[in-house]
């Protein structure tokens, strides 16, 4: 009964105070639906420019796809290619195309061509993928026109697993979510503790019957509610706003959020019971959460990282839920694959609960 009461009083400070609940509810679904699109890894509205020398029908056939693609604004024609040098050096334009004077006869010929292409190197990631969508452009070109030829021509058909349109919402909005369930989570639980030393209340928790294990209880269960209600809301933001297709099983993946959820409240209280005051406990809430992230294979797969930091990365929560949510939403994960990954957040919650317990007892003592 007392935890129960324990519970209940947590729970009361953060809901009692409407604009508190606004703050943990409101933030991270704005913040889901506005770094959706904000931290697009697509690249649109690009303008290019075009010094075409050859005004062949080979030429005129790409410019008019480049114009016609997706990625494209504007195509910006140019009389050579010192003109072209200076658009991309005022940043009028992301890439250069020059189509040299023999480009349509080589074709027709069965002969290889080259078109140059001159990026922005200022913008380094968005010119190397605007790079491969030119590349890509020609390639296709070269395929079409020498259908009719004798001479051979091998055309690479290419199909992408999972997500065939390569849409970006469908990769960013379920590692959005995981991330933004993760701070919220270990938030609330950084400042569970270092509040009450704050306001002074700690020493009132240190002369009560309650046990160690039953304050890590109390103090961990606000954030398990708030956080399992923001991740409920977030995975329905997901399948019904973003309409990504759940392809995997929803209970396996609402049970690997509880125990995503559960791991980062053990890191969280960790934290809490070092931290002195709020200040300390928001600032060490950020200072871990974001090597959690860069860990995580968020932005780098954790393949191309150094074999040391690949070890790094499997003590971090957000690198197994990112696996499990991804793979449920777009590739019907397997339960044995959800399991392989769901393992290690057990171990990880095991251990930073562990933790939390004996630096709770010890501040107590």
Same mark, same amino acid.
Request: proline letters at 5%.
């Given at each position: 009964?007392?935890?129960?009461?324990?519970?209940?009083?947590?729970?009361?400070?953060?809901?009692?105070?409407?604009?508190?609940?606004?703050?943990?509810?409101?933030?991270?679904?704005?913040?889901?639906?506005?770094?959706?699109?904000?931290?697009?890894?697509?690249?649109?509205?690009?303008?290019?420019?075009?010094?075409?020398?050859?005004?062949?029908?080979?030429?005129?056939?790409?410019?008019?796809?480049?114009?016609?693609?997706?990625?494209?604004?504007?195509?910006?024609?140019?009389?050579?290619?010192?003109?072209?040098?200076?658009?991309?050096?005022?940043?009028?334009?992301?890439?250069?195309? @020059?189509?040299?004077?023999?480009?349509?006869?080589?074709?027709?010929?069965?002969?290889?061509?080259?078109?140059?292409?001159?990026?922005?190197?200022?913008?380094?990631?968005?010119?190397?993928?605007?790079?491969?969508?030119?590349?890509?452009?020609?390639?296709?070109? +070269?395929?079409?026109?020498?259908?009719?030829?004798?001479?051979?021509?091998?055309?690479?058909?290419?199909?992408?697993?999972?997500?065939?349109?390569?849409?970006?919402?469908?990769?960013?909005?379920?590692?959005?979510?995981?991330?933004?369930?993760?701070?919220?989570?270990?938030?609330?639980?950084?400042?569970?503790?270092?509040?009450?030393?704050?306001?002074?209340?700690?020493?009132?928790?240190?002369?009560?019957?309650?046990?160690?294990?039953?304050?890590?209880?109390?103090?961990?269960?606000?954030?398990?509610?708030?956080?399992?209600?923001?991740?409920?809301?977030?995975?329905?933001?997901?399948?019904?706003?973003? @309409?990504?297709?759940?392809?995997?099983?929803?209970?396996?993946?609402?049970? &690997?959020?509880?125990?995503?959820?559960? &791991?980062?409240?053990?890191? +969280?209280?960790?934290?809490?019971?070092?931290?002195?005051?709020?200040?300390?406990?928001?600032?060490?809430?950020?200072?871990?959460?974001?090597?959690?992230?860069?860990?995580?294979?968020?932005?780098?797969?954790?393949?191309?990282?150094?074999?040391?930091?690949?070890?790094?990365?499997?003590?971090?929560?957000?690198?197994?839920?990112?696996?499990?949510?991804?793979?449920?939403?777009?590739?019907?994960?397997?339960?044995?694959?959800?399991?392989?990954?769901?393992?290690?957040?057990?171990?990880?919650?095991?251990?930073?609960?562990?933790?939390?317990?004996?630096?709770?007892?010890?501040?107590?003592?």
């Amino acid at each position: 009964m007392r935890l129960w009461a324990q519970v209940i009083k947590e729970l009361l400070i953060y809901l009692r105070d409407p604009s508190v609940r606004i703050s943990l509810v409101v933030p991270p679904l704005l913040q889901l639906f506005v770094l959706s699109g904000a931290a697009t890894l697509e690249v649109r509205n690009v303008d290019i420019a075009v010094v075409d020398d050859d005004l062949g029908r080979a030429s005129h056939e790409f410019v008019q796809r480049v114009a016609a693609s997706y990625f494209v604004r504007n195509v910006i024609s140019a009389p050579n290619p010192d003109a072209v040098a200076k658009l991309i050096d005022e940043r009028k334009v992301l890439a250069g195309v @020059h189509i040299p004077a023999d480009f349509s006869r080589d074709i027709a010929a069965g002969r290889p061509v080259e078109i140059q292409a001159v990026v922005d190197g200022r913008r380094a990631n968005a010119g190397q993928i605007t790079a491969n969508y030119l590349d890509a452009i020609a390639r296709q070109l +070269g395929a079409d026109l020498a259908q009719t030829q004798t001479n051979g021509y091998v055309e690479a058909s290419v199909r992408n697993w999972f997500n065939s349109n390569l849409t970006y919402v469908w990769f960013i909005v379920p590692a959005m979510t995981g991330i933004l369930v993760m701070f919220s989570a270990m938030t609330i639980t950084a400042l569970s503790i270092s509040r009450e030393r704050e306001l002074g209340t700690f020493d009132q928790l240190m002369v009560s019957p309650l046990t160690p294990l039953e304050i890590v209880i109390t103090k961990s269960a606000p954030a398990f509610v708030i956080g399992t209600f923001l991740a409920s809301m977030m995975i329905a933001a997901c399948a019904f706003v973003f @309409h990504i297709p759940l392809a995997g099983s929803l209970p396996l993946l609402l049970l &690997s959020t509880e125990l995503f959820i559960f &791991s980062m409240v053990g890191i +969280g209280l960790m934290l809490s019971a070092i931290c002195n005051d709020q200040q300390q406990a928001i600032l060490g809430a950020f200072a871990v959460g974001y090597p959690l992230i860069m860990v995580s294979g968020f932005a780098t797969p954790v393949e191309n990282m150094p074999g040391w930091l690949q070890v790094v990365a499997q003590a971090s929560p957000l690198e197994h839920f990112l696996i499990i949510i991804q793979g449920s939403f777009t590739k019907a994960m397997p339960p044995h694959d959800v399991f392989a990954n769901a393992w290690p957040l057990i171990v990880i919650a095991f251990v930073t609960m562990s933790a939390a317990i004996v630096i709770v007892k010890r501040r107590l003592e």
